[in-house]
């Protein structure tokens, strides 16, 4: 089923500029609405015959919603696009369209890829690995403010990791002898701590159906942070695996994931989270995978 396909996001930003190049190749019909320009324009949604209806008007041209049958966003921070920081008056007007626009999302029949509700369990990364450990196993986790549990905890295990617990992305990092100091500012907010699970990194990009897995090679802990450039290339998944992701990927309500795993040494696949919104042009760069044709196909129903 052939439909119209909304983007939405930053026209420049690489995921964005990516799937509408592959829309194009497609030859399907999409419109692009850049968030940039979208802010000075104008969105109202409405209540009609059973079913949310809107319009988006942007650069005087007025695109009604109920002719969007699916839906890619990578929308940003509103606050802070230029437009808005340059011209603070803009901002009650940037608020309403964007509540108006997230609303419609949330309620629309289009496929959403994805919707703000389905992202929110990445909000809350110890939440989210309650619902990852019924399809992976997880990390033994510690989530504490308490400086003696974090060091009994490091005790036990030997070798541990520390991050953030919210959505915000951190530096995963070795707990070493030199953050012994630093264990009293726990009690300024909890920090998540993790066994560390030695193995390789594979990225797992689910697409609807379509998997694509990428294995990293790094030296460093967090390897998105590697230095020397850790390397990446295509691997095959096992399909339990592989099956196990995409269930994962329908249990939190996405259309598309990141799937972090490791392949550990013994060969278990232990699962640390997932990205509800991936930058997934970086995996596929690197190991030319077709994310951005399937995401394509997936937004065109082929």
Not at 83 to 109: F, G, I, Q, Y
Not at 150 to 159: K, T, Y
Request: hydrophobic fraction near 40%; include cysteine; charged fraction near 25%.
């Amino acid at each position: 089923m052939d439909g119209l396909t909304l983007v939405l996001g930053l026209a420049s930003e690489p995921p964005v500029a990516a799937v509408t190049r592959e829309l194009e190749r497609l030859g399907a019909e999409y419109i692009l609405l850049d968030q940039r320009r979208l802010v000075t324009g104008e969105v109202a949604v409405w209540w009609s015959e059973g079913r949310w209806a809107g319009a988006a008007t942007v650069d005087g041209r007025s695109l009604p919603l109920a002719d969007v049958s699916a839906v890619y966003t990578r929308l940003t921070t509103w606050a802070e696009l230029p437009e808005v920081a340059a011209e603070p008056a803009l901002l009650p007007h940037a608020r309403d369209l964007h509540v108006a626009l997230e609303s419609w999302l949330e309620t629309t029949d289009a496929r959403v890829v994805n919707r703000t509700s389905a992202n929110d369990s990445n909000n809350s990364k110890p939440y989210q690995s309650l619902l990852i450990r019924d399809h992976f196993e997880i990390p033994t986790t510690l989530v504490t403010t308490d400086p003696a549990e974090a060091l009994a905890f490091r005790q036990e295990f030997g070798e541990v990791i520390y991050k953030s617990i919210s959505g915000e992305r951190s530096i995963v990092t070795a707990f070493t002898d030199a953050d012994l100091d630093r264990l009293p500012l726990l009690g300024n907010g909890p920090v998540q701590f993790q066994e560390l699970v030695r193995g390789v990194d594979v990225r797992v990009h689910v697409v609807g159906p379509e998997v694509f897995a990428a294995q990293v090679q790094s030296t460093s802990v967090d390897y998105r942070y590697d230095g020397s450039g850790g390397r990446m290339s295509p691997v095959e998944l096992p399909d339990t695996i592989a099956e196990q992701c995409r269930a994962l990927t329908r249990r939190l309500g996405l259309e598309l994931s990141g799937i972090d795993l490791r392949l550990t040494d013994d060969g278990r696949f232990v699962c640390f989270e997932v990205n509800p919104s991936p930058a997934y042009t970086v995996y596929e760069e690197a190991t030319g995978q077709p994310i951005a044709a399937a995401l394509a196909r997936h937004l065109s129903f082929r």
